[in-house]
């Protein structure tokens, strides 16, 4: 089992910044691949970006240039930290964990207000 605990949502004005983290624990792989995922109400849950326990990144073309995917395999904590966010960045934000199993965060709020 991994345990997966998001932080870092709230509410910022548009251009402004937010910094998500999560943290995992539990049965943590060598190798895995973590992500953030985002929910609108009505609409299905779509990826942000990915990150692999080497580091390998990848990004939704919404996001690219402006959020930065990273994680801590020491501390098992991924983070995003999110710049020039506009108001259609506004969602729940999820946390994946995907190794020995498949596991998600409860969410966390962002909204973009402009």
């Known amino acids: 089992q991994v345990q997966l605990v998001e932080s870092g949502g709230g509410l910022v004005q548009a251009g402004g910044s937010l910094r998500l983290s999560c943290a995992a624990s539990?049965?943590?792989?060598?190798?895995?691949?973590m992500g953030w995922y985002r929910q609108v109400p009505g609409k299905q849950r779509e990826l942000v970006a990915v990150?692999?326990?080497?580091?390998?990144?990848n990004y939704a073309d919404s996001v690219k240039g402006r959020f930065t995917i990273s994680r801590d395999n020491a501390k098992n904590t991924m983070y995003l930290q999110m710049t020039s966010l506009k108001s259609e960045d506004t969602a729940v934000y999820y946390c994946r964990y995907n190794g020995y199993g498949n596991y998600w965060g409860q969410g966390t709020q962002v909204t973009v207000s402009s």
């Open positions: 990150i692999t326990s080497g580091g390998s990144t």
């Open positions: 539990g049965s943590i792989g060598s190798v895995n691949v």
